[in-house]
């Protein structure tokens, strides 16, 4: 089991410290991402209604994903991903409700009809009047008679009739014995009458809210013509995520100790969809450091409230436009994601062979840096690749389909997504580079076309020419690709060809000249040097050795990785109430 996935145990704890009622509500469950996505304090502009005016294009952009982003329904329970599905944005099944619901007619009503339905209850605690307690002593003596015959209805057999008839009949005239004193003595008309009226006056403060919120849907509408999509103003709280060093992030310290307890406390199969099967999983750590924020998401066009109230009823047939299992109430952000490493461990020298970008659960790191001792600074998926956000959302929003189509289990295809968004690092970081020229298996002698003197009319003969490239700390040999290598005589380029023999690279050039050589090898400081091509006497070919200097990159923290939501659990929709009428 990785250490790493403490991450997401401490999370929850601090979840639980942070918001102790929500914590202890079961409807309440963080569901984390198999992707970590990037976002800089820039992408939030949209929340300062004056960047609005400044570039009116991005800030719409921002407004839809933020929006998409929050709104996506979470219908998974072990892991949560970007939508790529219309009905899985939360105001498009919320929309279709509030269009398609009938409402309650109130006139309809009659206490028989209530007696069985929470709401009866509710509205009868919160009488006041003195002939209340004798009311609900004969209203439960009621229920409990009634609920004693339906069980005896149900139980009656050929075997038993004669016995159960003659019980059920002596219940019903003690029924009808309550029914004629609860008229008399427990205020039974002047009580239900009460209650009548408690539940039409919170019937029109439903009717109400629900006028609000259909205008707030109204107004909240917006469309992008980039994406040729609507959706729904969506904002957050704090709302100054443009302004991120100025937001209390929750420091968070795991030390060695506190890794071991928490990862005694955490289930595999928990996070396993999630954090996937990394050749790096096994890494021990010291010590694992983050900044942790919760950011709650506010919807002015959303009242939950309001779907779970009894005065609404609907008819659909495709249950699935109205099905809104959970919702995301929280974003999970982090940012500076340090582990440290044991400065000794054989285990961890065995996992960090390879030099390149993996994937370390949905965190990209560079196992090259760690092979430097440094520590991991855990990376997003699109900040580490230097790819769009959109399009690790685009991989995301694809997973429920292709699971269906491969019949294969969610976990196994998410870990083969992120092992692909892992090799393809190289490939995704070059993209709109110039293609390097094709390698050859064997040296060809490539010419040069002769240059020619007027005065004398000397022609240059090509001579065979081999560049070395060498680290200067580590002394090893660096492969660099063939389009690395810029050739110039008298400041004018000259069409070189390079072919690669081993960790050298060959091409042809002029006897008796002095080039320039530009290179410009990736992780390097890029390097200018002549190269004069005046071998002494019966010598084919000249050699130059090419020392390169490692860049020194600052690691710049990224402003926020989003890993994951806080849900609640809406639960099912009220039952109507039995024979009221909905118009």
């Known amino acids: 089991m990785s250490e790493l996935l403490t991450i997401f145990k401490q999370i929850e704890e601090n979840f639980y410290r942070q918001f102790p009622e929500q914590g202890e509500n079961k409807e309440y469950e963080l569901i984390f991402s198999p992707f ?5 304090y820039d992408d939030f502009l949209f929340l300062d209604a004056t960047s609005s005016h400044e570039q009116a294009e991005k800030y719409v952009d921002e407004l839809l994903e933020f929006s998409e982003i929050a709104n996506t329904i979470p219908r998974q329970d072990n892991f949560w991903t970007i939508s790529g599905d219309q009905r899985d944005y939360l105001f498009n099944p919320y929309k279709n409700i509030l269009r398609s619901l009938r409402l309650l007619d109130t006139d309809t009503l009659k206490p028989e009809m209530l007696y069985k339905h929470p709401l009866f209850k509710k509205a009868l605690k919160v009488i006041r009047e003195p002939e209340q307690g004798k009311y609900k002593a004969f209203f439960e003596l009621n229920e409990r008679l009634t609920s ?4 005896l209805k149900k139980s009656l057999n050929d075997e038993n009739r004669t016995t159960v008839d003659l019980e059920i009949k002596l219940k019903e005239d003690n029924l009808k014995a309550i029914s004629s004193k609860w008229e008399t003595e427990g205020a039974k008309d002047k009580v239900e009458s009460k209650i009548l009226e408690i539940i039409k006056d919170e019937f029109k403060r439903f009717i109400l809210d629900l006028d609000e919120v259909k205008a707030q849907l109204d107004s909240s509408k917006r469309s992008s013509a980039n ?8 904002s957050c709280s704090p709302n100054n995520l443009y302004k991120g060093e100025e937001l209390e992030w929750t420091k968070v310290s795991l030390k060695k100790s506190e890794i071991q307890r928490l990862l005694k406390n955490v289930k595999t199969e928990e996070y396993q969809e999630v954090f996937g099967d990394s050749n790096l999983n096994g890494l021990e750590i010291d010590r694992i450091e983050y900044e942790l924020l919760f950011v709650n998401v506010t919807r002015a066009w959303f009242d939950p409230n309001l779907l779970h109230k009894p005065y609404w009823d609907i008819n659909i047939l495709n249950r699935e436009e109205i099905d809104i299992p959970r919702y995301t109430q929280k974003l999970i952000f982090i940012r500076n994601v340090d582990i440290q490493l044991p400065r000794e461990s054989q285990k961890n020298r065995q996992i960090l062979q390879k030099a390149n970008f993996e994937h370390l659960g949905p965190f990209m790191i560079n196992a090259g840096q760690l092979k430097q001792g440094k520590n991991i600074r855990l990376n997003s998926v699109n900040k580490a690749l230097k790819i769009e956000r959109k399009m690790v959302f685009n991989v995301s929003s694809k997973i429920h ?8 289990k969610t976990g196994v295809l998410i870990n083969k997504k992120q092992q692909q968004f892992a090799h393809l690092a190289p490939q995704l970081r070059d993209r709109g580079k110039k293609n390097p020229a094709a390698q050859h298996t064997k ?3 490539h010419t040069i076309k002769p240059m020619m003197l007027k005065a004398n009319f000397i022609f240059f003969k090509p001579i065979k020419v081999r560049l070395q490239f060498k680290d200067t700390e580590k002394h090893t040999a660096v492969i660099p690709d063939l389009s690395s290598v810029n ?9 070189a060809t390079f072919i690669q023999e081993g960790s050298e690279l060959v091409t042809n050039l002029n006897k008796g000249q002095t080039y ?8 390097y400081e890029p390097v200018r040097t002549q190269l004069a091509v005046t071998p002494p006497e019966n010598v084919k070919e000249v050699s130059k050795t090419i020392s390169l200097q490692a860049k020194v990159e600052e690691e710049l923290p990224e402003s926020f990785q989003l890993i994951g939501v806080v849900t609640r659990q809406l639960g099912p ?3 109507p109430i039995e024979q009221a009428d909905y118009l």
């Open 36 to 40: 970590s996505t990037g976002f800089d």
């Open 401 to 408: 389909e292709q699971k269906k189509d491969n019949h294969l």
């Open 487 to 495: 050739v110039l005589l008298k400041e004018k380029p000259v069409k």
């Open 443 to 445: 040296p060809k002698l």
């Open 573 to 575: 929709y009220p039952n």
């Open 148 to 151: 004693e015959i339906e069980e």
């Open 516 to 523: 320039t050589l530009e290179i410009n090898v990736e992780g």
């Open 227 to 234: 994406m040729n999509r609507e959706f729904y103003l969506t």
